[in-house]
């Protein structure tokens, strides 16, 4: 290993918000408890598709403790959705009035003294319905016979995605070998350690304050102000302290809306908190899809042209589910030349909870299908699957056409890694093999669908008298470890030890704007703007400094680990501490501020950067149960310069605990509406003794475009672990599975399947 | 939400009785309320007192003794089960279970009484526990009886206990000679409940001849049930591959499992013949070593 060029980055870092945790001081929005709060209750719908006759909340009123029912006509009424700039997909109301689209949905919401009489005065709300037929496929939404779940959206259609380049008709004429597969992908919980919680509490002066559990405090605030039809900067929203995100939480969700309607009602701080059950059934989910997907390559592995199709189940509203079917079309082509490329997405809506934004963001279920048709392709060639893939594999510097630029790519030197681990693993155990799968990742979103007047991402970096750095940031933490990266970027650019940085996040009132956590985009962007703001504090000092030192102004002068010192001549120089006292006085008193931020500009369609990744899984089959154990889930990882390699490992590990979850467990059934597993006996994520061993080997890329040329580690390594363990299947049984999660009951009906089309033939 | 209840400690087995004497149905017994917090929680137990036995010291117990074989209190934890060496010495195949039944830290509160009494079909212990022969004794304010656990279950999440009655413990036999018990379950994560599960107890004579067989199988019907006829295919038999394969078949077939989100009952009968097969097979090799 090379000695390490950094003072801060690169080194094993615990976080920064880590002893308030493991000591329990840290203050989730569940702990909030505020003077005269009451607790708030939602009242949900059986029904996947009913009209509301009427609802009647007078027997509810009467129940001892109960301060407020409201439903729908208590607010005004707005159609609200992330995607802002386009006011067809704002089509959800969170308190619905005319018709419920989904079983879960929120109708009405009560306010009492205690939780208990909350929850009993539900039952005490008469709600008549009208019964609608309902339909909870998309394939069977999309006829023309199905029921129409939004008024005048033919066919059920929500949104459609269209991406292209080349030749397409063309390039499968040169193809020697054509092969095409449809796949069906499932939905998944993001089953955050914290449930959905807000406390919201509306004071007369017209101000409220919103303690939620969030990934975006600036996204709330702002979805507030327009469905209570307050100013933006009337609503505080605080969120110091979030249990986990994973792509579910920058959504305005029912306990935002109802917490915040019933305080403004009451003028009474009020309290909800989602019980898991309401988590599962009444969030949003990832998004389940089929795909199609159509592909032509040479006999030597050149891909030429590959054709997909799409079908997702929106469930009943848009979220980020548009995003989703932008991203999933777009990742489907990584991290791949192909010479013509064609996507056709459709998002339909149905009767069922809707499916939106999930770590990986259409991404996992892209890589399903593709990376395990590469292999079936492979094999039907008699191809190598590293060969096959290093063949076409992005390179630094590659154009995806009309939509990105590739400024920095390991992707190759992740296959050779791979590559030599494998060989060194030898010969396997019967029924025992390795799967790969290749994949990239966006670093960050440029698309502005919410609309956002602000720079992606801020910051503000203050210096007092005694050294101490105040770094404000409107990025979040959602135990992802934000804070302690953003720390370590500020005092690696100021040249001060970390113990100098605080960090202020989770707070409207107090941090600048930012989009907030998602899409891998706060250790780039919010990065970025901390560097920028550091440096330009850091300017500031050696402005000072120089004045202060008289050297010949040919010499730099440069702070690294609390030492204000001549490049030149590193000894000479001076503590930052003292400099800061004495900056301070001549600077009338004032303390330093360093101001950052960043937009990306000039980068494309989609994003700043791409890390890339190749992903082994070992795993093994009882080929008579079904049962599949992964032995080793081992990554080639390329996410540029790596700032936290303690934060980093957590990131990738717990990638790949969530993505095998998706490749063999987390089921969701869907029945007539109806999640049938809303609890966690019957919906299975891995636990502790489940983890598979799991091994980085971090490849060395500089990515200009990200803070010391880093880019996204959080997300990415979701993508290819199912499609990894689908290979590792059919190299140890020669089966293709074509449905995730790949359930152990699949696997034996698979094998009986072979058997029977072995027999016939 | 749990609903409120009144909640009363004894002080002793015979002060529980009463409480259990007075309330009747108005009370649940609590121990380490690893089953009947969670029903309480989904709103399907009310109840108005809840009698907790937790610190009934006469009820926290593992007695070995070469003729009664042994007795494990009620409200032994399932962790003292898997940590007692006893138990490891005499019933390897307890501590094997116990290991599995879901994390340390629900085995760190779960008893045995309490699994046993919540009659949980997909439950780890009754399966082994009938396997092994076990009976349940049983306490009330009039007196008592003990129930052989194989008749403890009259239905689904049934118990044979009548309100004021209370599971004092349960007795294992002393293992007969030349006898090998097994257990396995199948599930998609290490510890969680068993899609299927299958104990087998085999006993072989000095001829080499299968003298005895328990098969029982969990979460393969309402109940555990005894596989009847699959144990008929063994005993008098000297057993090989062809018989383990039948024994499998005829467990599948015998068997009278639920479909479910985790399984079709097809999936659910071809997993007790893989099971079955392999239990048996297992059981057998180890009894003609001991």
Redesign the interface.
Known sequence: MTANKYSVLNTRVHNVDGYAKVTGRATYTFDVKLPGMLYGKILRSPHPHARIISIDPTEALKLPGVRAVVTGKDTLGVKQGIWRRYPELCDEQILTIEKVRYIGEPVAAVAAITEEIAEQALDLIDVQYEVLPFVDDPMEAIKKEAPMIHEGVERNVNVTRHIEWGDVEEAFEEAEYVREDWFKLGGQAHMCMETRATVASYTSDKKLTVYTSTQSPYYHQALLAGVLGLRESDIRVIAHYVGGGFGGKFELDASQFCASVLSMKLSKPVKIVFTREEDFIATKRRTPMYYYVRTGVKKDGTFCARETRVFTNGGAYTGMGATALYLTGFFHSFPYKWKAYRYDGYRVYTNSLPSSSMRGFGAPQAMFCSEQQIDWIAADLGLDIIEIRRKNAHTTGYEVPGQATIGSCGLNQCLDRIEQWIKAKGTLPKNRAIGISAAGFMTGGIFNWFDSPYSFSSAVVTINYDGVVELHVGAQDIGQGSNTTLAMICAEALGVKLENIKVHSGDTDHCPADLGAWGSRQTLMAGNATKMAAEDAKKQLLEFASAKFGYNIIYDLDIKDNWVHNVARPERGMNYVDLVKEALRGKDGQRIIGRGHYTPHRKGMISPAYSYMVQAVEAEIDVETGKLSIINCTTAHDCGQPINTLGLIGQLEGAASMAAGYGYLENMPVEDGKVMNPNLVDYKIIRAPDMPECEIIEIDTYEPEGPYGAKEAGEGLTNPTAAALGNAIFHATGLQMKQAPIMSEMIVNAFKEKKKEGGTR | ?IH?FTYLRPGNVKEALAMLAQHRDGAKIICGGQSLL?IMRQGLVVTEYLVDIKGLDELNCLIYDSRAGLKIGATTTHRTIEKSRLVKEKYPVLVAMEEKLA?IQVRNWGTIGGNLAHADAAGDPAPVLIALNATVTIASSAGGRSVPLEEFYPGLFETVLSPDELVTEVLVPPPPAHTATVYQK?N??????GIVAVAVSLSVSDAGICQDARIVLGNAAPIPIRAKNTEKLLIGNKLNEEIFTKAGETAGEEADPVAD????ED?RR??IA??TRRMTKEAWEQACQV
């Open positions: 939400m409120d969670i994390s199948f998609l994560l290490e510890s969680d409940q989100i985790h399984a079709s999936y071809h997993l893989v099971l």
